[in-house]
């Protein structure tokens, strides 16, 4: 495991600013160094003939200018892993509790979808210059749909598999230790708690260029970054970035359908039935964080007194 010093007096730069540095770095790094290397290797185009190698490039630039940049930032700067990452265990009953959460609020994000593409037909059809911007986000996300459906395609299981790996695996690690690792953990050294899952997820959602899913992946965010507060361990959102990833990749394997990935859903339900699922989802949602704070308070005296019986 690697293991660096805490030194937090030798403040190289404030870490405020070496949150946003990070970010910066890796956003040029992934989108324009990376995406000029896939261009070149690829192709400007993807296809469902090209996607295999998208993926494989998109992941090794993952791994290199996020993952790998964001930990010798760590050590660089702040001369500690175990406190920037949060490296703490993960616990089954706390794990089981906040896949619950993370179930929740998927079903929940996804009637808000429905609810807002009700309320942007509204306002396309009452606000004429409106509209001229809505049609521009439609073909944004029209073109991210198109490009995200043909990285998912797949013909056979090799397909299934590499595409889990390329689209689940290495993104749940790579994001999560820039994020819910150094970002979050760099504001919370300066800042509130609020404010630094308010800023985290903000940017966490603005990272992903998905217009009409900027509030469900705020919110998907701002969950990460408390169950990261809460447990003091970062492979709870690892795993829960996964699944998240995972169930979406696997339900389009069986569908093929851009329903599946479409952050505009057409509306199916009379609008006071989807209102009154959001209402009850969010109160269940609250009520599963007291659980899951309820949990993590129950076991911190204990782990603190075996931590103590281990010291010499």
């Given at each position: 495991?690697?293991?660096?010093?805490?030194?937090?007096?030798?403040?190289?730069?404030?870490?405020?600013?070496?949150?946003?540095?990070?970010?910066?770095?890796?956003?040029f790094?992934?989108?324009?160094?990376g995406?000029?290397?896939?261009?070149?290797?690829?192709?400007?185009?993807?296809?469902?003939?090209?996607?295999?190698?998208?993926?494989?490039?998109?992941s090794?630039?993952?791994?290199?200018?996020?993952?790998?940049?964001t930990?010798?930032?760590?050590?660089?700067?702040?001369?500690?892993f175990?406190?920037?990452?949060?490296?703490?265990?993960v616990?089954?009953?706390?794990?089981?509790?906040?896949?619950?959460?993370?179930?929740?609020?998927?079903?929940?994000?996804?009637?808000?979808?429905?609810?807002?593409?009700?309320?942007?037909?509204?306002?396309?059809?009452?606000?004429?210059?409106?509209?001229?911007?809505?049609?521009?986000?439609?073909?944004?996300?029209?073109?991210?749909?198109?490009?995200?459906?043909?990285?998912?395609?797949?013909?056979?299981?090799l397909?299934?598999?590499?595409?889990?790996?390329?689209?689940?695996?290495v993104p749940?690690?790579c994001?999560?230790?820039?994020?819910r690792?150094?970002?979050?953990s760099?504001?919370?050294?300066?800042?509130?708690?609020p404010?630094?899952?308010?800023?985290?997820s903000?940017?966490?959602?603005?990272?992903?260029?998905?217009?009409?899913?900027?509030?469900?992946?705020?919110?998907?965010g701002?969950?990460?970054?408390?169950?990261?507060?809460?447990?003091?361990?970062?492979?709870?959102?690892?795993?829960?970035?996964?699944?998240n990833?995972?169930?979406?990749?696997?339900?389009?394997?069986?569908?093929?359908?851009?329903?599946?990935?479409?952050?505009?859903?057409?509306?199916?339900y009379?609008?006071s039935?989807?209102?009154?699922?959001?209402?009850?989802?969010?109160?269940?949602?609250?009520?599963?964080?007291?659980?899951?704070?309820?949990?993590?308070?129950?076991?911190?005296?204990?782990?603190?007194?075996?931590?103590?019986?281990?010291?010499?």
């Amino acid at each position: 495991m690697i293991k660096f010093e805490r030194d937090y007096k030798q403040y190289s730069i404030s870490p405020i600013s070496a949150a946003f540095l990070v970010l910066f770095v890796t956003f040029f790094l992934y989108q324009v160094v990376g995406g000029l290397f896939t261009f070149q290797f690829v192709g400007l185009e993807v296809t469902k003939e090209n996607a295999g190698m998208v993926r494989l490039f998109t992941s090794i630039s993952q791994i290199i200018f996020m993952f790998f940049l964001t930990i010798l930032f760590a050590k660089a700067i702040y001369n500690d892993f175990t406190n920037t990452f949060r490296t703490k265990k993960v616990y089954p009953v706390e794990l089981l509790i906040s896949i619950l959460g993370l179930a929740i609020i998927v079903m929940a994000s996804q009637i808000f979808l429905y609810i807002q593409s009700h309320y942007i037909n509204l306002v396309k059809e009452s606000q004429p210059a409106l509209k001229q911007v809505f049609d521009l986000i439609d073909k944004l996300n029209e073109m991210v749909e198109k490009t995200y459906f043909n990285i998912l395609y797949m013909d056979n299981f090799l397909d299934y598999l590499s595409i889990v790996i390329s689209v689940a695996l290495v993104p749940a690690f790579c994001e999560e230790f820039l994020f819910r690792g150094f970002v979050q953990s760099s504001f919370e050294k300066r800042w509130s708690v609020p404010l630094t899952i308010f800023v985290t997820s903000l940017l966490f959602a603005l990272f992903h260029f998905n217009p009409f899913a900027i509030i469900p992946l705020f919110a998907l965010g701002a969950y990460f970054s408390y169950v990261v507060y809460l447990t003091n361990s970062i492979f709870y959102a690892v795993i829960l970035h996964f699944l998240n990833n995972f169930f979406t990749i696997t339900v389009f394997s069986i569908y093929k359908t851009e329903d599946i990935i479409s952050a505009k859903p057409e509306i199916n339900y009379p609008l006071s039935s989807l209102y009154f699922g959001l209402v009850f989802l969010i109160f269940l949602f609250v009520f599963t964080l007291v659980i899951l704070k309820q949990q993590v308070q129950k076991r911190k005296p204990n782990e603190k007194e075996n931590e103590d019986e281990s010291l010499p």
